[in-house]
């Protein structure tokens, strides 16, 4: 009997190579990773302050205020009306708002497993799936928190996910040339809804369109219908907000409120503005002229590239110290990265390839450092300031979760979380005890989760004070606003009497008095009630 010719012989599969078929087999693990490392956040106390914001504007709308008129936000309206959609099936519970972006990063993880198995091969998207898993799994860019940042990422990461897929050179195009497509209408739509999350969207926004209009695997009217599409469905919910509320109003909120919001970070000499616009301007320079020389390379790498660059540079140009601002980035970045070659095949590169990628190299490499402004939560050491965070550490995140799961106490770790924590909790529990829960009150701080720990409902233009000082003017107006509204409870904590100390002399008049404290934190009760 002729043996059997190698062609035809049967090779034991090797346990580094699940089936070619089965890209669930490689990504599989990064989404147990993703899961295992988010347990903790499900059980996060109230802390976050932009988080107390959301919720309060969210149960606001769903008392029928107006967004923008009756009750302002700075974000575009699908964050506020997301958030309350969660609100009205789960409350202010943290367990809902973390599932929610659970989901979402879920979503965004699946969108990487996705065009990474496509555009990179099976074991460069396990490791691009498992880089995003730990980046949006760990707490370090808080992308547990029910922020935009957090919730953007679905609907972006997808539609960059199908863009990169479509421009693929190695992909057959199935669509007859004759054809209108359906993918840039897709990808348009993606798009929108990100942008109706965060204005900021608008980078890799204009990203993928500069990919649609680089791309030899593209057309002129790919271009057309996904910028289209774009613009159509951000103009009808404009044109619903204005209607509403106010063309002055809703140009404020999403656009004038930045402006004094990033020059406070700018450094105050000109130049000093000059040269950080000019930083994030010779980065963004170079990334469309590293697209360009890339365009008719044999990858998609020179696209991965683009997107991952304008998604740090929001951050950079930001210049704020959150590190929400990085969330956005995790998975253009981990593409990236999964995208580099190993040394023993950077020989296949030829020097012109080389040089084509050199803009495009530079230019995330600028904009990762300028992003570093952003710093990292849960880890001191990668702090911006020690004032954003000088003690927290993810052993205190997932140590503590672990003691508080096993000892049924978890006031030790809530108190790691801020310091307003326990204090918030025991004001609510007064409240509520005292029969006042639902009464007219305003809370003078920065921190106002009481509001929706009480179920008090929001009387000033916007539930945080720092933005009230902003909506209404320094040093008066918002203080005479509180004396108009008459509140029964005014509840005040340290450093915002501290910060904005107006407050005092109301305090102080004779019409109220203060009944409970707890922590930095004291409810004032106005007299005669």
């Not at 090779?11 to 903790?40: C, E, Q, Y």
């Not at 209009?213 to 289209?228: E, F, H, I």
């Not at 020059?263 to 360009?292: D, K, N």
């Not at 927290?392 to 672990?402: C, D, E, M």
Request: glycine share 8%.
């Amino acid at each position: 009997m002729s043996r059997p010719s190698p062609q035809m012989r049967l090779r034991r599969p090797s346990w580094r190579a699940p089936a070619h078929h089965s890209p669930l087999g490689w990504t599989a693990p990064s989404f147990l990773v993703f899961t295992v490392l988010r347990l903790p956040s499900f059980f996060e106390p109230h802390w976050y302050t932009d988080e107390a914001s959301y919720v309060n504007v969210a149960k606001s709308l769903l008392r029928g205020r107006v967004l923008y008129s009756q009750i302002w936000n700075n974000k575009p309206p699908l964050q506020s009306w997301t958030i309350a959609t969660e609100v009205r099936f789960f409350g202010a519970s943290e367990f809902g708002l973390h599932l929610l972006t659970y989901l979402t990063g879920l979503a965004a993880l699946a969108a990487v497993a996705y065009a990474g198995t496509r555009i990179l091969g099976m074991r460069r998207a396990c490791m691009a799936t498992l880089l995003c898993a730990i980046a949006l799994g760990l707490p370090v860019v808080d992308a547990e928190l029910a922020l935009p940042e957090s919730l953007l990422i679905a609907p972006v990461t997808w539609a960059g996910a199908l863009l990169l897929v479509r421009i693929d050179p190695r992909r057959v195009v199935s669509v007859p040339p004759h054809r209108l497509a359906i993918w840039p209408f897709v990808v348009g739509a993606l798009v929108a809804a990100g942008i109706a999350y965060q204005q900021t969207v608008v980078a890799e926004a204009t990203a993928f369109g500069l990919i649609i209009a680089l791309s030899p695997r593209t057309r002129w009217r790919d271009l057309m219908a996904y910028a289209g599409t774009v613009v159509a469905i951000t103009a009808a919910w404009l044109a619903v907000a204005i209607v509403t509320a106010g063309a002055g109003r809703v140009a404020f909120a999403l656009v004038g409120f930045y402006i004094p919001y990033t020059r406070s970070v700018l450094p105050s000499a000109g130049s000093g503005v000059v040269m950080h616009i000019a930083e994030v301007g010779v980065a963004a320079i170079l990334l469309c002229v590293g697209a360009f020389l890339c365009r008719r390379l044999s990858t998609a790498a020179w696209a991965v590239l683009l997107w991952a660059g304008a998604a740090l540079l929001v951050a950079a140009m930001a210049g704020q110290p959150y590190a929400h601002y990085l969330t956005a980035a995790a998975a253009p970045v981990s593409l990236a990265v999964a995208a580099v070659p190993l040394p023993n095949r950077l020989r296949r590169f030829s020097r012109t390839d080389a040089l084509r990628l050199g803009p495009a190299v530079a230019a995330l490499v600028i904009a990762a450092a300028l992003a570093r402004v952003t710093g990292l939560d849960w880890i001191p050491e990668a702090a911006p300031s020690p004032a954003q965070n000088a003690t927290r550490t993810l052993t205190q995140y997932y140590g503590g979760a672990v003691r508080a799961a096993f000892s049924g106490d978890d006031s030790d770790w809530d108190g790691q979380f801020d310091s307003h924590v326990p204090a918030d909790t025991a004001v609510a529990s007064w409240i509520s005890q005292h029969g006042y829960a639902g009464a007219s009150a305003v809370v003078w701080s920065s921190d106002s989760w009481v509001y929706s720990l009480a179920d008090l409902d929001v009387l000033m233009p916007t539930p945080p004070i720092y933005n009230d000082e902003v909506l209404l003017g320094n040093n008066g107006p918002v203080a005479t606003a509180v004396a108009t509204i008459k509140p029964l409870l005014i509840i005040v904590s340290a450093d915002a009497e501290s910060q904005w100390p107006e407050i005092i002399g109301i305090l102080a008049g004779g019409a109220y008095q203060r009944v409970f404290g707890s922590g930095q934190v004291a409810i004032w009760l106005r007299n005669g009630s």
